[in-house]
């Protein structure tokens, strides 16, 4: 069975830094890119950062640039999160994602396998 | 690129058929796919490529459209269908989610 879980969540003071971590298993972790991908509460999905397969490149959406890392570690079939200097607005619940592909003959992506979630709230 | 999805809220009855659409700000092609999600859980993937139907959903989804205007429809709704729906473009990055449509009774 594939699956992604995700862990690390929990509460935080403003300021403040948290890892977060995705445990991958029943796929070739290595051979695909992976996504993160939040929900602040009662709120809409927010696409948040990307990792190719094999470490880079790594694609952030502007709210986290510079304050978020994304990366993976192909030999523990393990995706991080590093998210530091944290505001309230990033509370949420992270999702982990598996990006795949379909060529039809054209390829097209798709996140196609996600995690339960693991909620981070920050406050103080 | 940013993604608008309407309606927001959508009611209907078991047995309608619904459509809603997605608006993109600028061609996208057809880099889209579209998400049902229920309170608590992860999004599940409903179609890809605009109008792909991702194995296991059921044949009662469709979807259509290309460049800058999508639309997903649903025939026959049935009560497993009452969730949100959301539209993400995958041209290019940052990605982006719609805000979503929530149907409802």
């Known amino acids: ?124 | 690129i940013q993604l608008t999805q309407s309606p927001t809220f959508l009611s209907a009855s078991v047995g309608d058929t619904v459509s809603f659409t997605c608006r993109a700000s600028r061609d996208i092609l057809n880099y889209l796919a579209w998400y049902q999600q229920k309170p608590g859980k992860a999004p599940n993937l409903l179609i890809f490529a605009a109008s792909t139907l991702q194995g296991g959903v059921p044949s009662r989804f469709s979807g259509s459209g290309s460049e800058t205007e999508f639309t997903l429809t649903i025939s026959s709704l049935q009560p497993e269908d009452f969730a949100t729906y959301y539209c993400l473009q995958l041209y290019s990055f940052p990605f982006t989610f719609g805000p979503g449509t929530k149907v409802d009774f």
């Not at chain 1, 298993?25 to 695909?32: A, I, R, V």
């Not at chain 1, 959406?61 to 530091?84: A, C, E, H, I, P």
């Not at chain 1, 992270?94 to 097209?108: G, I, V, W």
């Open chain 1, 1 to 124: 069975e594939v699956l992604l879980v995700e862990s690390g969540g929990g509460l935080v003071q403003p300021g403040g830094s948290l890892r977060l971590s995705c445990a991958a298993s029943g796929f070739t972790f290595k051979s695909f890119a992976m996504h993160w991908v939040r929900q602040p509460p009662g709120e809409g999905l927010e696409w948040i950062a990307s990792v190719s397969d094999v470490g880079s490149p790594t694609f952030y959406t502007d709210s986290v640039k510079g304050r978020f890392t994304v990366s993976r570690d192909n030999s523990k079939n393990t995706l991080y999160l590093q998210m530091n200097s944290l505001r309230a607005d990033d509370t949420a619940v992270y999702f982990c994602a598996k990006y795949s592909h379909s060529c039809l003959p054209l390829c097209f992506y798709y996140l196609d396998v996600w995690g339960r979630g693991t909620p981070v709230t920050v406050s103080s």
